[in-house]
């Protein structure tokens, strides 16, 4: 195996011995850096043998009892040092926590509760995940405001031409646009501002900030007076939308837990989902307010803004921005009021500290720039991009968001009234929350990949079933037939959608970047999908006037089957692995990983699943030594 060149290798250079150090630390030396490094043994960069392996693993007692003194007494801890001490040997062999010495009865039974009870966790997490929901709220009510103004606002504007009236053509790009607008702002500016918000405001600014904007532009949006108005009120809100998108779940993600990570950063889809069937709740409530009614749709998008505004600094900053600051301390702080006892959270604080050494020595020093381009050079980070790429695209190739964003009217041309169609798109709402709610478990158990393979299939063949649909005769059953068969295939898909595409991109996303490139990494994926949806949704209502609502639901059914093979191929799966863990999975070249998805892991499913074989799937990943993740000891001693 070969192992990326420590500070100390001959081809290091003074000069980036010093770098190596300072980047870890700070400026000044810091031969626990160096030394740490050194031991190494997993290439990050091209870990071709997939061997995952604890960066503790093998460290003798006395010289890693050594090494974490060193630690506390540079980050100012020695208060802490034996908390510390037994954190390490923690970490160093998790599943032999119960032979520590030194731990007392309520430290080994918060240990054992790690898992047998992993939904215990402390009211700072909780309201934390909390206030990263409502954040979510704001994004799917967001979405959804449009959706019913859809049906008055081009009229009110002038731009509402039918088709085979003079200008339809340039009304139906219009729409889109305004539709679009929350989505080019987000891709453009939004994502982007992310990375500096973050690196100079913290976690916690970044928030802020965009609630700010998704405040007070949806409030002018219920004040305008033409379309470019609105456009560019809209375009204000997707800077919000995208800031907000890009840290909310990378906030998440780094003060949870690896055990509940996925059930509680999947949250966002959660309530982004609560947030529209809210929106659509509030497009049905307003209904028959008059020429007003676009104005309140759009503009009731405020109120679950505003929680989010007062209630953001009242959380726990994450302690990982705080040690990428130097900030260690702090960093402890935040981690004793998101774990449930001291113990955990000094194991937490040495452990990740210890990972992002490694990462450090591989990745060195850069600047917003060098960041984003090496989100595309460094091999380990490019991987990464890859997968998060994939898994965001695709919640745009899948089809979702042209019925969220224009499910009123396509029941409209379902043969619905105004009022049925608002009804109709209430259901999508309702079905697309509720369903998301087994996502909680199961983005943990079966796991992001498995998930994805599972429910892609099946949105493709409920998509095709609602375009054939409209070859319903528009008089069978009394006019309703049309209309109740492609709103039944809607919400079929929904409920194949919201536990499966629906939460996994953006846990993914904010889970799969090393700590040094994860706002920028996260900015990159949010991007992706919004920049799509903003194609999706300019054009939409143009490729539903030329395809016809028939040729647009098997448009996105084909785009379905390919996001599927690109799932297949290049998306690793990521459950249960802490995030720094996650390091040694995306050090597997992608040319190992889509080769062995081939070679193994669908002939496997074949032989099992369709001639019913009894066959055994030889594992890609090989685990070394004891993981962070790994509480399978704690388990053993609750069943003796």
């Not at 050594?66 to 801890?77: G, P, S």
């Not at 037939?481 to 499966?500: D, K, R, T």
């Not at 390091?583 to 892991?601: I, L």
Request: proline letters at 6%; one cysteine or more; a neutral charge.
């Amino acid at each position: 195996m070969v192992s990326p060149p420590s500070p100390e290798s001959p081809g290091y250079s003074k000069e980036a011995r010093l770098t190596h150090d300072e980047n870890v630390y700070g400026t000044e030396h810091d031969s626990f850096g160096a030394q740490r490094a050194r031991k190494q043994s997993v290439n990050l960069n091209k870990n071709l043998t997939a061997k995952i392996q604890n960066p503790l693993a093998g460290i003798p007692r006395d010289t890693l009892m050594a090494e974490v003194e060193e630690f506390a007494n540079e980050k100012q801890l020695t208060d802490i040092l034996p908390l510390l001490q037994k954190g390490a040997l923690i970490a160093q062999d998790p599943p032999a926590f119960e032979s520590v010495e030194g731990l007392d009865d309520d430290e080994r039974e918060s240990l054992r509760n790690e898992v047998l009870h992993k939904w215990r966790q402390p009211r700072a997490l909780y309201f934390t995940v909390i206030l990263c929901s409502i954040g979510a709220a704001v994004q799917g009510w967001d979405q959804t405001g449009s959706n019913g103004a859809n049906l008055s606002f081009p009229t009110e504007f002038g731009i509402g031409a039918q088709k085979g009236q003079p200008g339809y053509e340039r009304d139906d790009w219009l729409v889109g646009l305004v539709n679009a607008g929350p989505y080019i702002g987000s891709a453009f500016i939004g994502c982007w501002c992310s990375d500096p918000l973050n690196n100079f405001f913290g976690r916690r600014g970044a928030i802020f900030f965009s609630a700010v904007f998704c405040f007070v532009t949806v409030i002018g949006s219920a004040f305008t007076h033409s379309w470019p108005q609105l456009l560019v009120c809209r375009l204000l809100l997707g800077i919000g939308m995208g800031a907000k998108a890009s840290t909310v779940p990378i906030y998440a993600a780094e003060n949870t837990p690896a055990s509940v990570r996925g059930g509680l950063v999947m949250c966002w889809q959660l309530w982004t989902a609560f947030g529209i069937f809210l929106g659509y709740s509030a497009n049905l409530a307003v209904q028959n307010a008059g020429k007003i009614t676009w104005r309140l749709q759009l503009g009731s998008a405020f109120i679950p803004a505003l929680p989010l505004l007062i209630g953001v600094y009242l959380c726990p900053e994450s302690p990982r921005w705080y040690m990428k600051k130097n900030r260690y301390q702090k960093a402890y702080q935040s981690l004793v009021r998101l774990r449930n006892t001291k113990i955990q959270a000094a194991r937490d604080l040495y452990y990740i500290h210890a990972i992002l050494m490694e990462e450090t020595a591989i990745i060195g020093r850069s600047n917003y720039v060098t960041r984003f381009g090496q989100l595309f050079t460094i091999p380990r980070v490019r991987r990464a991009t890859l997968a998060s790429f994939v898994v965001m695209i695709a919640q745009q190739m899948c089809g979702i968001n042209i019925v969220a964003f224009y499910s009123t009217t396509i029941f409209v041309q379902a043969n619905a009234s105004a009022k049925s169609a608002l009804l109709a798109s209430w259901g999508f709402g309702l079905v697309n929350f509720v369903f998301a709610f087994p996502a909680i478990r199961t983005i943990d158990t079966y796991g992001r990949r498995a998930l994805l393979l599972f429910t892609f299939p099946q949105m493709t063949w409920t998509l095709l079933a609602a375009g054939f649909c409209f070859f319903i005769p528009k008089d069978a059953g009394g006019g309703h037939a049309q209309l109740a068969c492609v709103a039944l295939f809607v919400f079929l898909f929904a409920a194949f959608y919201s536990p499966g595409e629906g939460p996994v991109p953006f846990t993914y996303s904010a889970e799969v970047f090393p700590l040094s490139h994860r706002e920028v990494g996260m900015s990159w994926a949010v991007a992706t999908c919004l920049f799509w949806a903003a194609v999706l949704s300019l054009s939409f209502p143009r490729l539903l006037t030329a395809f016809t609502p028939t040729g647009a639901f098997g448009f996105y059914a084909g785009l379905n089957v390919l996001a599927l093979i690109m799932i297949f191929l290049f998306v690793p799966e990521t459950k249960q692995r802490t995030l720094e863990e996650l390091d040694y999975v995306f050090a597997v070249p992608t040319r190992t990983h889509a080769s062995y998805q081939v070679t193994k892991a669908l002939p496997y499913w074949i032989k099992k699943y369709v001639f019913r074989r009894n066959v055994v799937l030889e594992p890609l990943y090989h685990f070394e030594s004891p993981l962070a993740g790994d509480e399978k000891k704690a388990v053993e001693v609750e069943e003796e």
